[in-house]
């Protein structure tokens, strides 16, 4: 199978692996290290993958990360952006989205609107529609953070659509994926061949389908005269659709929408008109919203706005499963009331702004003059980031309150791969051998290449107390064949009929290191003897080996994984034994106890010739 990026997306390396931008979804995902190579692995593109990998290609096909040939369908979805495996929901180092202001004209007046403060006179006095140093300043801010996405809004970026332009083109630029945000109230047309060409992301709101749109987002005739805020906004939906433009509708959901009918409905028209991506924001106390609902609690007949919070949850988990199970729509929905300072605006000067966190409206963070990016690094840490990743990445603790955040991660079926596997992690199984040359002969029929016999001397070090011995430690030097290997093991941890531990080992040149680990508190407690045969096969990354040790007798070692020792173990089970934990030193111990020879007096076992 052949696999390649799909077009535009943009991946960018993170602590934990790393985070993908797909432009035709609008959506951010958040990679473990696995899954984020498997993603760096491949280019823009076809390449030719390995048979194990394809469904895991497949799996990130289907969420329009990478293509396949043959071609797989993308599925909607609708659960946390997080591929792979996490264990805690993971914080960002960079911005995922910056939202740059066009313009700080808007045509609508929305009874929620919290952008108003950046859309006052002060702002509005210079504004020209065309190219400004005001707006180069906007991507020059912008360009600052690495971020994924640049989201180019306001006020409406269509009632300026020169500014728009330009904007467009200097942050397409500075390569950024480019989001446009408007409520669709202004003309699209011209602007199309340019959001075509620049693979932009259309995000048009829209709260209801009913009056209640309008009642909430009334038109202001200064800018336009015609149609209502729904009629624009629906209009400009269908439009970049018919251009194949990608298009997400954004709700706002207050107490004017926040009932099943408004929302359903709202919900059928976009899966008729073929929008696949909707994003819900729970309306926030700040702007316009907050002077609504401080009116509200002076009133004697409260009228809020803001939802009460159990009805919305409700609602809207209602609203999600239903979409986790169906797969027809892409939902996101936010709620940033805690985290109000999880947003990075940038005004129309190019000035670094967010929502107060403790303080009401917003806080200006940074002056465009500064042009300083060590300056504006340093505001990142005024911004909520973890909040900011919660946000753009799809999590809310009210959507999955009985479980925990590895059990909604969207699961990537990797195999093992064996280049992959520890170096460190010695595993190994041993078993005594019934019938040498039968377990001799079946290795080689099932094309296991034997290497010649060695004779091996093992010099194992401890203190005077044996700490070492007791905390299943070992500190080993091996000679074989005038080569020396000095060998550190940690404590064994055991499976059915395996172990595993953390092996180091490297060669020394040093004849002196006995005496280097005298002085270090260490003697020599033990010396084994062995000869070993090392069976190796070409399809496999397991090492079989055959040891004889002087008195008891052949023991296999199979080092490698469970799944190939399973294989190892089919041809040779009827020459083999029981599985055996003893070291080789506790097996010589017993048996020479056995015979009768005090323990005082057991401290190696040697073959009689040597
Ligand atoms: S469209 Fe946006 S910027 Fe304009 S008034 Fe409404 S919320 Fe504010």
Redesign the pocket.
Known sequence: MQVRLSPGVKLRPEKFGGTCYVPHRDDIFAADHEVFTLLCDIGSTWTEIATSLESAYRSLAALGLCETDPRTDEVSYSGPSLLGRFQEFPSIEEPLVVNCFSTAH?????R?????DL?KEDFRKNEVDGPSADLANVAATAGMFSSLVAVV????PLTRPGRAQFLIKELAAKRKAIVLD??G?GDIEALLPLLRENRVHVRV?LDALSGANDEV?PI?PRYVTKGT?SEWAKRTIVRCLENVIPVTVQT?VTTKNDQKDELFQLRDWLIGVGVKHWVLHVAVEA??AREFEKRARNQSRQRHLLSDEKTVQGLLRRLHAEEVQKKRLDIRITDTNSRPNSVILIDSYGNLQTEGFAHIGKVQLFDAKSARPDLIRDNWAHIDRFGHAVRYLNWNRWLYPDDSIEDQCYAVPIPVRASEESKVIEKEAKYRVIDIAGLRAALVKGGWIASAEVLQTDEYFDTNNRYIEAHDLAIRVRSEDGQIKFAFKGPRTYEETSSSRVEIELSISSQDYRSELNDRGLSLTWVLEKRRTTYRHPNYKLVAVADEVPEIGWFVELEGSGEEAKAVLAIVGEYIGGSERSHYADLYRAFKEAEGLPLSQINGARFSHS
């Not at 808007?106 to 929305?110: D, S, V």
């Not at 929620?112 to 108003?116: E, L, Q, R, S």
């Not at 809004?153 to 409406?156: M, Y």
């Open positions: 808007c045509p609508l007046k929305c929620y609107c919290h952008a108003d859309m809004t306001g006020g409406d408007t409520s109230v709101s987002r202001n805020s706002v702007g316009k």
